[in-house]
């Protein structure tokens, strides 16, 4: 199963899903952000990587389907509510991430 994880810049929430979710959980994980100034830009070839795609905010999801409405139309995209108030692999955004995960991989 691949998971793709979207946030803005691509610097600390989907990275750090993308870190947690690769060991263990028998996933193929990546990451990308929405801004032109990511670290890595979210592609046409993410998108149709992606299996399963998880935002971080709502408005990462309607960036997105602006963007690639035509790939995203068999993918279903979901929503984390995380905001942008930690660092990259902060342990209470691991928590957070594992437990609003924790439907989706089980």
Not at 1 to 27: D, V
Not at 67 to 87: H, R, T
Request: charged share 25%; proline share 1%.
């Amino acid at each position: 199963m691949n998971f793709l994880f979207i946030c803005s810049r691509n610097q600390w929430r989907s990275p750090t899903a993308e870190r947690i979710f690769a060991q263990g959980y028998g996933l193929h994980t990546r990451s990308a952000g929405t801004s032109r100034h990511a670290k890595h830009t979210v592609s046409i070839k993410d998108i149709l990587w992606a299996d399963q795609i998880f935002v971080m905010e709502i408005r990462h999801k309607q960036q997105i389907k602006e963007k690639f409405s035509k790939q995203l139309m068999n993918k279903k995209v979901f929503v984390l509510d995380i905001l942008d108030n930690y660092q990259y692999m902060d342990s209470d955004l691991i928590e957070l991430l594992q437990l609003t995960m924790q439907r989706y991989i089980e």
